[in-house]
């Protein structure tokens, strides 16, 4: 069965898929309309596995359109709608899409960015709706694309990955398995939807035949947790920024939330610090720290809730359909207890195929049916998995190699810091010189010394912070990661203004 139909076909007619400020989508709106896209595609001519980009907000006319390009037979192609119209056009290009479906909203911009491509722009709101069922597909799930999700990479160049049909049934299997979600759940969604964390909150909840709560005001948190409590959500799900926003600048710690059963949170670590800060504030709330590549549809492994305390820390082990080794660079896997760290690689029926048009990158992290993530990782005596660092973000200090995550960390203890990054820059004396950007509260008495000091009590000498440099914001990309390569850029101007070479 096409995945998109599987996805729907859970929950009952009158209930409700997505609710949206006041406008609540139920299941049986939500497959006519679906099904009536898809019919009006096929349509359209063109022929199974084209390309068809998608520009729009979180809403429910995104989620039409997704489904609908899916089922139509078609790949599916979600656009950052905040990226500029150059990067909107280049993954165009690079897909090859010749039909471009958008919001009302980013409508005539699209149409004014291609006016001289080949893909014709469509509003979304503007498709017929014919009630009409669309010609069923035999899909091959294990080969049939149904979506080309662009990541937006640690050096800011985005790479196609090519999710199959298959790998999304087989990740919102596992997801369902070991969160357990029933129709009684109603999770907030804040995560952009065109990413792919953001796209399995949506896949896992409607085949429970559970509700998607869609708020696209964090920018004011405070109102995002009034929706929560008034829509009675059972969990919200984010990145390491999305907690840390929400601890510094809002009530969410002081707040009640008599739904609430669930947080999740994945696309990085978030340090220990607040992590024991939300387990206090919500000590019944079950929390999952979790792992995950976009290259591997979402998620690979979690830490069991009940292990979060014992394992502070940890990514947890594989999902039950995914399994993960941590290799040294000779190929065989890294001592248990040890100190010995290794690459994370993962195999299973999540693993996306590759890139889209980029054979040399897809040989260089797809090898034998595996996945190659970049990530450097430790195995405790019980087999769970404790991230050290990206091998790209690895600092090399004298003969130390030194895990930015850990200096990260213990930055992070300090009650007015918001947001910790931690990069090397090169260094004459030490080869890497660690410095710290920092985002403080508004109210914070700051001296660079204070964090210095801090760092020197709880780190060896060679892990402290040479530079700590206090910014406005650290630089987010449309997932809430933080591009660390900016940074970089940022201090290598200012210290070439400033005449440090």
Same mark, same amino acid.
């Given at each position: 069965?096409?995945?998109?139909?599987?996805?729907?076909?859970?929950?009952?007619?009158?209930?409700?898929?997505?609710?949206e400020?006041t406008? $609540?989508?139920?299941?049986?709106?939500?497959?006519?309309?679906?099904?009536?896209?898809?019919?009006?595609?096929?349509?359209?001519?063109?022929?199974?596995?084209?390309?068809?980009?998608?520009c729009?907000?979180?809403?429910?006319?995104? $989620?039409?359109?997704?489904?609908?390009?899916?089922?139509? +037979?078609?790949?599916a192609?979600?656009?950052?709608?905040?990226?500029?119209?150059?990067?909107?056009?280049?993954?165009?290009?690079?897909s090859?899409?010749t039909?471009?479906?958008?919001?009302?909203?980013?409508?005539?911009?699209?149409?004014?960015?291609?006016?001289?491509?080949?893909?014709?722009?469509?509003?979304?709101?503007?498709?017929?709706?014919?009630?009409?069922?669309?010609?069923?597909?035999?899909?091959d799930?294990?080969?049939?694309?149904a979506?080309?999700?662009?990541?937006?990479?640690?050096?800011?160049e985005?790479?196609?990955?090519?999710?199959?049909?298959r790998n999304?049934e087989?990740?919102?299997?596992?997801?369902?398995?070991?969160?357990?979600?029933?129709?009684?759940?109603?999770?907030?969604?804040?995560?952009?939807?065109?990413?792919?964390?953001?796209?399995?909150?949506?896949?896992?909840?409607?085949?429970?035949g559970?509700?998607?709560?869609?708020?696209?005001?964090?920018?004011?948190?405070?109102?995002?947790?009034?929706?929560?409590?008034?829509?009675?959500?059972?969990?919200?799900? +984010? &990145?390491?920024?999305?907690?840390?926003?929400?601890?510094?600048?809002?009530?969410f710690?002081?707040?009640?939330?008599?739904?609430?059963?669930?947080?999740?949170?994945?696309?990085?670590?978030?340090?220990?610090?607040?992590?024991?800060e939300?387990?206090?504030?919500?000590?019944?709330?079950?929390?999952?720290?979790?792992?995950?590549?976009?290259?591997?549809t979402?998620?690979?492994?979690?830490?069991?809730?009940?292990?979060?305390?014992?394992?502070?820390?940890?990514?947890?082990?594989?999902l039950?359909?995914?399994?993960?080794?941590v290799?040294?660079?000779?190929?065989?896997p890294?001592?248990?207890?040890?100190?010995?760290?290794g690459?994370?690689?993962?195999? +299973?029926?999540?693993?996306?195929?590759?890139?889209?048009n980029?054979?040399?990158?897809?040989k260089?992290?797809?090898?034998?049916?595996?996945?190659?993530?970049?990530?450097?990782a430790?195995?405790?005596?019980?087999?769970?998995?404790?991230i050290?660092?990206?091998?790209?973000?690895?600092?090399? &200090? +004298?003969?130390?190699?030194?895990?930015?995550?850990?200096?990260?960390?213990?930055?992070?203890?300090?009650?007015?810091?918001?947001?910790?990054?931690?990069?090397?820059?090169?260094?004459?004396?030490?080869g890497?010189?660690?410095?710290?950007? $920092?985002?403080?509260?508004?109210?914070?008495?700051?001296?660079?010394?204070?964090?210095?000091?801090?760092?020197r009590?709880?780190?060896?000498?060679?892990?402290?912070?040479?530079?700590?440099?206090?910014?406005?914001?650290?630089?987010?990309?449309?997932?809430?990661?933080?591009?660390?390569?900016?940074?970089?850029?940022?201090?290598?101007?200012?210290?070439?203004?400033?005449? $440090?070479?």
């Amino acid at each position: 069965m096409n995945i998109a139909e599987q996805l729907m076909s859970a929950g009952s007619a009158d209930s409700p898929a997505l609710l949206e400020g006041t406008h $609540v989508t139920t299941y049986g709106e939500l497959r006519s309309k679906v099904r009536s896209l898809a019919s009006w595609l096929q349509g359209q001519g063109g022929a199974r596995g084209d390309r068809v980009a998608l520009c729009a907000e979180n809403g429910a006319a995104f $989620v039409i359109a997704y489904l609908g390009v899916i089922q139509a +037979g078609r790949v599916a192609v979600p656009l950052n709608a905040e990226a500029t119209d150059e990067t909107l056009a280049s993954v165009v290009s690079n897909s090859g899409c010749t039909l471009l479906l958008a919001s009302r909203r980013q409508a005539g911009r699209c149409q004014r960015a291609w006016v001289n491509g080949n893909c014709r722009t469509v509003a979304i709101d503007q498709v017929p709706f014919t009630g009409l069922r669309p010609e069923v597909l035999r899909m091959d799930a294990i080969r049939d694309l149904a979506a080309l999700m662009f990541t937006s990479g640690s050096t800011g160049e985005p790479k196609g990955v090519m999710v199959t049909h298959r790998n999304i049934e087989c990740n919102t299997h596992d997801i369902l398995q070991y969160m357990g979600l029933s129709v009684e759940d109603r999770a907030m969604l804040v995560l952009p939807l065109h990413y792919c964390f953001g796209l399995s909150i949506l896949h896992s909840h409607l085949a429970a035949g559970a509700s998607v709560v869609i708020n696209n005001q964090f920018l004011y948190p405070e109102t995002v947790l009034q929706d929560m409590q008034k829509k009675h959500c059972t969990g919200l799900a +984010g &990145v390491p920024s999305t907690y840390q926003i929400l601890l510094r600048k809002s009530r969410f710690k002081t707040m009640e939330f008599p739904s609430l059963r669930w947080l999740q949170q994945a696309g990085g670590r978030l340090p220990n610090p607040y992590i024991a800060e939300i387990r206090q504030a919500f000590p019944t709330v079950r929390f999952y720290t979790m792992y995950g590549q976009t290259e591997a549809t979402a998620r690979l492994s979690y830490l069991p809730p009940n292990q979060l305390d014992a394992k502070m820390g940890s990514i947890g082990a594989g999902l039950p359909s995914s399994r993960l080794e941590v290799l040294k660079s000779d190929g065989s896997p890294v001592e248990k207890g040890s100190d010995e760290t290794g690459e994370i690689v993962a195999s +299973g029926d999540n693993i996306c195929p590759g890139y889209w048009n980029d054979p040399l990158e897809t040989k260089r992290y797809f090898r034998d049916g595996r996945l190659f993530t970049g990530d450097l990782a430790r195995v405790d005596a019980d087999g769970y998995l404790f991230i050290v660092d990206r091998e790209r973000d690895m600092i090399k &200090v +004298g003969g130390n190699r030194i895990g930015a995550k850990e200096v990260e960390d213990v930055v992070c203890e300090l009650p007015f810091v918001i947001e910790a990054a931690v990069i090397g820059v090169p260094d004459d004396w030490l080869g890497e010189a660690i410095t710290a950007f $920092v985002v403080l509260t508004a109210d914070a008495g700051f001296d660079p010394e204070d964090i210095r000091n801090h760092c020197r009590r709880r780190l060896p000498a060679y892990k402290v912070p040479q530079r700590v440099v206090t910014i406005p914001r650290l630089p987010h990309n449309s997932s809430g990661k933080v591009m660390k390569y900016k940074l970089r850029e940022q201090l290598t101007d200012s210290l070439t203004r400033s005449g $440090v070479q």
